[in-house]
């Protein structure tokens, strides 16, 4: 559906308002859908997004600055993100003992759990979304957000 039929626009729209009305309406609707399958892990996406960083880590811990520069939503709040994670267990915050002013952040055994039982389900939204494009189509529209991101 076009995205004027979408938000019953009755006017017509410029293209680079439609292109931004589609990449801000597209976003809502891929994260409604991933929130209803982090709902009932009691996680936000940028909780997940965090668990995810750390996990990348490999045992390693990570700092608060590294965890804020591989964020998704930058402006999203790195310390309260951590704060909650820390409340259910899925990560452990430490002072390093070479810097006291630096936090250092690892994902705990259940936080890995929890990465692992919602990862056939992430697969599946994200195949899901991409179900209407072949790879050729997939991999123009990433080229074309990222040439479009990019100014």
Do not use: W
């Not at 292109?19 to 609707?29: A, D, G, K």
């Not at 399958?37 to 990348?56: A, F, H, M, T, W």
């Amino acid at each position: 559906m076009k995205i004027e039929d979408e938000i019953k626009s009755t006017i017509p729209l410029d293209i680079s308002k439609k292109i931004i009305l589609n990449i801000l309406y597209t976003q809502n609707v891929t994260n409604e859908k991933f929130n209803e399958i982090l709902k009932p892990y009691d996680l936000s996406g940028e909780q997940y997004n965090v668990l995810r960083i750390l996990r990348g880590q490999k045992g390693n811990p990570a700092n608060m600055c590294a965890i804020q520069e591989r964020m998704i939503a930058k402006t999203s709040n790195t310390t309260r993100l951590v704060d909650k994670l820390l409340l259910k267990n899925f990560v452990t915050r430490n002072v390093c003992p070479d810097n006291r002013r630096k936090i250092e952040v690892m994902i705990t055994q259940k936080g890995l759990d929890v990465l692992t039982e919602l990862d056939p389900k992430v697969i599946e939204h994200e195949n899901y979304f991409s179900q209407n494009l072949n790879t050729e189509e997939l991999e123009l529209l990433n080229t074309l957000l990222e040439k479009y991101r990019n100014q």
